[in-house]
């Protein structure tokens, strides 16, 4: 299919780890792609990092701060219109500061903002998917025996006053406000959430360095470098992961099947403990095992571990899981590209 026929989408976040491999793979389904970057710099550095093929497909627009109110309004006046958005810009990191300012203005804001935005600026477009997370499913205090789409985190405002809590407040607060715009403005536009979990993959082709890698592959990439050559970090809270292309492609698919409309996918591809990490690791890349955690250590994946259940993204998306060990030698070898070998 051709761009003209799949039409153009706004991704926001254009420099992140998910919404680079959410750009390829809307350039592989034929879509015209806008991304959305905070400088010129990081947006020429999308383009750059883009197929020379793709590259016509493709341009960027500035926008500074997602909190910032109708900040997005002027990227609507665009021709051809806009017929999707993807909104995967929101900050997470570790070691907040001010969770209201860093983390839940951003989410929360960012959202509704972008959101009505649309309404107001956008009357072509038809459907939002935004990128929520598990964080916004799991209730690590008392887990569920499984989890589904049904299933939603407790965490309160109050909660994210704590700033080891602010990323997960973040992510239940802005998909609760996302939803409940849909219900009270009635727009012209549907939207579907994809909530994945702990994500790992290849890194972003163009990172300046392996000290701006994203968050989810720290423990992957920390491994590599010796840093857990001691004792092993603890795995908890989270002890699910996916592949950041099957992430994609759940994006890409909730924007393109119809009935994903009005829809949550728990976008999850199974269990990991970094025990189970470096055991892989340490199995395809002998060179690197001086740098490794002892192979006696125990794992620390419960036994009676939390289930997900992952069927409507299988049924609804199509989606087929990546394992654990395809995850981890991708992810890996982009690391040790990045790093030249380390
Ligand atoms: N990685 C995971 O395990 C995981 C799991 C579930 C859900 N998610 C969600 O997936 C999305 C992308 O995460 P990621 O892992 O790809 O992280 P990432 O690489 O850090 O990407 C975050 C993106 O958001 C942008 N951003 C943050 N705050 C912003 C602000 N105030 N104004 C404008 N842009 C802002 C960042 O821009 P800069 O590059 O300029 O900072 C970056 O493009 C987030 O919504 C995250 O919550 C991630």
Same mark, same amino acid.
């Given at each position: ?10 991704? !926001? ?8 491999? @959410? ?8 879509? &015209? ?12 550095? #999308? ?13 960027? *627009? @500035? ?44 989410? #929360? ?27 916004? #499913?799991?209730? =690590?205090?008392?887990?569920?025996? *499984?989890?589904?789409? !049904?299933? $939603?985190?407790?965490?309160? $405002? ?20 996302? $939803?409940?715009?849909? &219900? ?12 994945? !979990? ?8 163009? +990172? ?25 970090? =603890? ?21 393109? @099947? ?27 890349? =002998? ?14 994946? =419960?036994?009676? *571990? ?8 299988? &049924? ?12 981890? @030698?991708?992810?890996?070898?982009? #690391?040790?590209? +990045?790093?030249?070998? +380390?």
């Amino acid at each position: 299919m051709n761009a003209s026929e799949r039409g153009k989408v706004l991704l !926001t976040g254009g420099s992140g780890f998910i919404a680079s491999h @959410v750009l390829d793979a809307l350039l592989d389904d034929g879509f &015209e792609v806008i991304v959305s970057a905070r400088s010129d710099e990081k947006g020429q550095r #999308i383009i750059g990092s883009v197929q020379p093929s793709q590259q016509k497909k493709t341009s960027y *627009v @500035v926008v500074k701060d997602i909190a910032r109110d109708g900040i997005f309004d002027a990227v609507f006046q665009s021709d051809p219109p806009i017929k999707y958005v993807v909104h995967t810009a929101s900050p997470y990191y570790l070691g907040a500061q001010d969770p209201v300012k860093e983390f839940l203005d951003p989410a #929360i804001k960012g959202t509704t903002g972008l959101l009505k935005s649309i309404k107001e600026h956008a009357p072509g477009v038809k459907r939002v998917v935004i990128t929520s997370s598990s964080a916004a #499913i799991l209730n =690590p205090d008392s887990h569920a025996k *499984v989890y589904d789409e !049904t299933c $939603w985190a407790p965490t309160t $405002w109050e909660d994210g006053m704590d700033p080891k809590q602010a990323y997960k407040a973040s992510k239940v607060l802005s998909e609760r406000a996302a $939803w409940a715009f849909i &219900e009270e403005e009635r727009p012209n536009f549907d939207l579907a959430t994809i909530n994945n !979990t702990y994500t790992f993959g290849p890194i972003q082709r163009n +990172l300046p360095s392996l000290d701006a890698l994203n968050t989810s592959n720290h423990r992957i990439r920390d491994m590599v470098q010796g840093k857990m050559k001691d004792a092993l970090a =603890p795995t908890a809270p989270v002890f699910t992961f996916v592949d950041v292309r099957d992430v994609a492609l759940a994006h890409v698919r909730a924007l393109t @099947v119809p009935r994903a409309g009005g829809n949550r996918f728990y976008v999850v591809g199974g269990h990991f403990s970094n025990k189970r990490i470096a055991d892989i690791i340490r199995s395809r890349y =002998p060179q690197l095992s001086a740098s490794l955690p002892p192979a006696e250590l125990d794992d620390d994946l =419960p036994g009676d *571990v939390y289930g997900f259940d992952n069927r409507k993204t299988r &049924e609804v998306l199509g989606l087929e899981y990546r394992g654990l060990e395809e995850s981890v @030698v991708d992810t890996v070898d982009s #690391i040790l590209k +990045l790093g030249q070998g +380390l």
